[in-house]
């Protein structure tokens, strides 16, 4: 049957898509041949996947929160099309800015590895692999692993963390540089957020100026940690969170800023937050928060 198909497409001059594909949607062209009975809202982001499911899991998430795609695209099972030869299309794309990747097999390494680097070397790259009888291999996984380091892409693990990079990548800033100062008004959400950063993590610990340390230490109560990660136990007032802000995004040993607030009965959080918004799309480098 798929051989019919190809040889009905060759005569035609089209492309085959599958089997067992959801499709193709193009939001800003108003198109949507998929599954999916909702049209997708127009983004910067792509979304290329290997599965009907989770274009679809993905798509009704995107529709909840009002993130938009650039395009979204499920080969399926690769009769035709691959997802190296959507790689090469997307990295040329005009609309698109940043790729989200979900592979369950790659149908030739090499091809895949050129159609990455290409991709990789102009447009953010994010990669969610699943596990093969291959894969279980820890030589196989250290050499795909390995692989996407060589060629630019961000490798993750997790089908959660596949939403969160597909909300970082619809920010047009995109962030430089890994190493992150914390604010927190208690220390153990500070000593949490260290144990997964370090040089072999994504990011890692910004070294403050010692003119950043004299400045918040003009800023805050005595006994306050000022010292890479910044702590107050006093209660936190908006103006304190935007002169602590201003130190620590002002030093350039800071390429972003994590702040971590934990309820407090003495704070007003509310009045903190609402400074936080304005205050964090105002700033040139990236301020997270977590509450």
């Given at each position: 049957e798929?051989?019919?198909?190809?040889?009905?497409?060759?005569?035609?001059?089209c492309?085959?898509?599958?089997?067992?594909?959801?499709?193709?949607?193009?939001?800003?062209?108003?198109?949507?041949?998929?599954?999916?009975?909702?049209?997708?809202?127009p983004?910067?982001?792509?979304?290329?996947?290997?599965?009907?499911?989770?274009?679809?899991?993905?798509?009704?998430w995107?529709?909840?929160?009002?993130?938009?795609?650039?395009?979204?695209?499920?080969?399926?099972?690769?009769?035709?099309?691959?997802?190296?030869?959507?790689?090469?299309?997307?990295?040329m794309?005009?609309r698109?800015?940043?790729?989200?990747l979900?592979?369950?097999?790659?149908?030739?390494?090499?091809?895949?590895?050129?159609?990455?680097?290409?991709?990789?070397?102009?447009?953010?790259?994010?990669v969610?692999?699943?596990?093969?009888?291959?894969?279980?291999?820890?030589?196989?996984?250290?050499?795909?692993?390995?692989?996407?380091?060589?060629?630019?892409a961000?490798?993750?693990?997790?089908?959660?963390?596949?939403?969160?990079?597909?909300?970082?990548?619809?920010?047009?800033?995109?962030?430089?540089?890994?190493?992150?100062?914390?604010?927190?008004?208690?220390?153990g959400?500070a000593?949490l957020?260290?144990?997964?950063m370090?040089?072999?993590?994504?990011?890692?610990?910004?070294?403050?100026?010692?003119?950043?340390?004299?400045?918040?230490?003009?800023?805050?109560?005595?006994?306050?940690?000022?010292?890479?990660?910044?702590?107050?136990?006093a209660?936190?007032?908006?103006?304190?969170?935007?002169?602590?802000?201003?130190v620590?995004v002002?030093?350039?040993?800071?390429?972003?800023?994590?702040?971590?607030?934990?309820?407090?009965?003495?704070?007003?959080?509310?009045?903190v937050?609402?400074?936080?918004?304005?205050?964090?799309?105002?700033?040139?480098?990236?301020?997270?928060?977590?509450?």
């Amino acid at each position: 049957e798929l051989v019919c198909v190809r040889s009905w497409s060759q005569l035609n001059d089209c492309l085959v898509l599958g089997p067992r594909s959801f499709g193709v949607q193009r939001p800003h062209l108003h198109m949507n041949f998929s599954h999916h009975p909702q049209r997708a809202l127009p983004g910067r982001v792509a979304l290329v996947t290997q599965s009907r499911s989770i274009a679809a899991a993905v798509l009704d998430w995107a529709a909840d929160v009002s993130l938009g795609f650039s395009a979204v695209i499920s080969v399926g099972d690769e009769g035709a099309i691959d997802v190296a030869e959507v790689l090469d299309y997307l990295s040329m794309d005009p609309r698109t800015d940043s790729i989200a990747l979900y592979l369950e097999e790659t149908t030739s390494s090499r091809r895949f590895t050129s159609a990455a680097r290409a991709a990789a070397s102009v447009k953010p790259l994010i990669v969610l692999k699943v596990a093969e009888p291959l894969d279980r291999d820890p030589v196989h996984l250290a050499g795909f692993n390995a692989l996407l380091q060589r060629v630019g892409a961000v490798r993750i693990r997790y089908f959660v963390q596949l939403f969160s990079a597909i909300k970082v990548l619809v920010h047009t800033r995109r962030p430089r540089g890994k190493r992150i100062a914390l604010v927190s008004n208690g220390d153990g959400a500070a000593r949490l957020a260290l144990d997964v950063m370090g040089t072999a993590s994504a990011v890692y610990r910004a070294e403050l100026a010692s003119a950043s340390k004299e400045r918040i230490a003009a800023l805050l109560e005595k006994g306050a940690q000022v010292d890479n990660p910044v702590v107050t136990y006093a209660p936190l007032t908006a103006q304190r969170m935007r002169g602590m802000l201003d130190v620590l995004v002002a030093d350039k040993s800071v390429d972003g800023v994590l702040v971590l607030l934990a309820p407090d009965p003495y704070t007003d959080l509310d009045a903190v937050a609402d400074r936080l918004g304005p205050l964090a799309t105002a700033m040139r480098k990236p301020v997270i928060s977590c509450f």
